[in-house]
């Protein structure tokens, strides 16, 4: 309902207008009544309306003066309709010239006054659609801003505008709230699993509220990782009253209520500004692969899960040195051997909890340094998308001898892969492939077992030579078509989107805003323009 503020100086005229029409057909509230400009200045002071109707001529402060002092000192941007028994121009002209809405000659007909508040209503509705658009292209861009301090992809320029729009403490970390891929039927579809992703991401935003910006959609981007990224800052638990821990807990317990999906938060360490958030994300990315050797929990902090250090904790480096020598020489008997020998070292030490997870983090830290002797060009989240990718495979109980052993011998394939370094020639057929089925559901993982070719090598590659994932080098090749569609052709939306491979418009126009800056609809009216 829109609400109206009825403003004359003559009582039974604020009366016959309250009972002229049905206000609340018409899509209208009657907040209040004022005998003059100044009553009226007193209520607005205090209330917001959408809809003033004044008198021209009242004691005090007149429906002119009341116009002019709402619009100069910005009172009010409510929509204003002057009431006059004068039809003199330039009255009208007047009005107008503040801002006035319409001029309506008293005695006032009722279908007179409908069709003033039916305009009234389309009016309003066309501001609140621009708006919408420009709140929308707005949030895009400030999460294409964000995005790129996460991946560490930025200049001053886009941590410039960070800051303007977003409220951070000195301090801030990245977290990284993700659908749990265990705990998810394998059932479940990537296209239901996206649309659980999409229901998680609004309930980000309903539990942030007006912090709504720190929230951003699907920042990995990568295949099979259904994710949100949180900034957070200690000003988000001060708000409310709670410590970090007990805000974090809240927010978790408040997605899982709402959702009633299984939700992981991977929290990365604290980072002293902005322009420092991709090394908080290059942690939260760590313990993504960390999980598959933890016990399970809803929130993992950095701090808590990722000690490399040992101080006097038992560490069985003779097993480990042994065991990584055999993953470096793919030799996957052996591999195996060592891992039994790792696990009856730990078994007769006595070894659990905190100490085998430094045991377990020393190798994956030895195994990250490994891959990055073959090729010093590897993306360090890429490793860990390796480490992640294996470790949840084929329902392995996590952290079990048959967990790392599978976990070991794959990753010997993948270094021995980087040392042989793949034909790049695979890359051509696979450009070939995207070209002829790009509307086809694709995927790094089905195009790496067409081509025999590791998956987390196959994206490397591709990293390396266009500069982007895989997954951005397909949607950029479907946004691409989908320009063409919309400048030669007539087809609706929702058509183009499924022409290029998305069954849901809602997150195809998310990826156009973010990829052509507008809307699909804008972008075809422009192009109709400049035509």
Not at 94 to 105: P, V
Not at 385 to 392: G, L, Y
Not at 480 to 490: G, Y
Not at 521 to 530: I, N, S, V
């Amino acid at each position: 309902m829109l609400k109206v503020l009825l403003v004359d100086d003559e009582p039974f005229i604020l009366q016959g207008l309250q009972v002229l029409i049905d206000w609340e057909k018409e899509g209208f509230l009657i907040a209040a009544t004022a005998a003059n400009g100044l009553e009226a200045l007193e209520f607005l002071n205090n209330n917001t309306v959408d809809l003033i109707i004044a008198d021209i001529n009242m004691p005090v402060i007149t429906g002119f003066e009341l116009l002019e002092k709402i619009r100069n000192e910005k009172i009010s941007n409510a929509y204003f309709v002057i009431l006059s028994g004068h039809a003199d121009f330039s009255y009208a002209q007047k009005a107008i010239r503040h801002n006035c809405t319409d001029y309506l000659l008293k005695p006032i007909e009722r279908e007179g006054l409908i069709a003033v508040l039916q305009k009234v209503v389309a009016m309003n509705h066309m501001v609140e659609e621009r708006m919408q658009t420009n709140g929308k292209l707005e949030r895009a861009y400030l999460a294409r801003n964000v995005i790129a301090a996460i991946q560490g992809k930025y200049d001053r320029s886009n941590l410039e505008y960070i800051k303007e729009h977003m409220q951070l403490s000195k301090e801030l970390r990245y977290i990284e709230i993700e659908l749990d891929s265990i705990l998810l039927n394998e059932k479940i579809t990537d296209e239901e699993k996206r649309n659980f992703q999409k229901n998680l991401f609004h309930a980000c935003l309903e539990f942030l509220k007006e912090d709504a910006c720190h929230c951003v959609f699907d920042v990995s981007g990568q295949e099979k990782i259904y994710d949100v990224g949180l900034v957070y800052c200690d000003l988000l638990a001060e708000k409310r009253n709670l410590s970090e821990k007990q805000y974090l807990d809240r927010f978790i317990s408040f997605l899982q209520d709402m959702t009633g999906i299984p939700v992981t938060m991977l929290v990365g360490k604290r980072v002293n500004d902005i322009s420092n958030l991709a090394k908080s994300y290059a942690t939260a990315c760590m313990l993504r692969s960390f999980q598959g050797f933890r016990e399970k929990r809803s929130i993992y902090y950095y701090e808590e899960e990722a000690q490399v250090k040992c101080g006097g904790i038992l560490l069985c480096k003779k097993s480990l040195d042994a065991l990584l020598v055999d993953i470096e020489h793919n030799d996957h008997t052996s591999i195996r051997k060592s891992v039994e020998r790792f696990y009856d070292e730990m078994r007769r030490m006595d070894i659990s909890g905190e100490t085998m997870n430094l045991n377990i983090n020393y190798l994956l830290f030895q195994l990250i340094h490994l891959a990055t002797l073959q090729d010093n060009g590897v993306n360090q989240e890429e490793i860990f998308r390796i480490i992640s990718e294996n470790a949840f495979e084929d329902g392995i109980i996590r952290g079990s001898k048959a967990h790392l052993s599978r976990f070991a011998c794959r990753y010997g394939d993948y270094l021995m892969q980087l040392r042989n370094h793949v034909s790049r020639g695979v890359l051509h057929s696979i450009e070939k492939e995207i070209e002829e089925n790009f509307a086809d559901n694709l995927t790094l993982k089905g195009l790496s077992e067409k081509y025999f070719v590791n998956s987390a090598y196959l994206g490397q590659l591709f990293r390396k030579k266009y500069g982007y994932s895989f997954k951005d080098y397909l949607n950029n090749y479907r946004m691409e078509q989908a320009v063409s569609m919309l400048i030669r052709t007539d087809q609706k939306i929702y058509q183009i989107a499924e022409a290029v491979g998305y069954h849901d418009q809602d997150y195809f126009v998310d990826r156009f805003i973010t990829a052509k800056g507008c809307t699909p609809a804008k972008f075809r009216k422009q192009m109709y323009k400049e035509a």
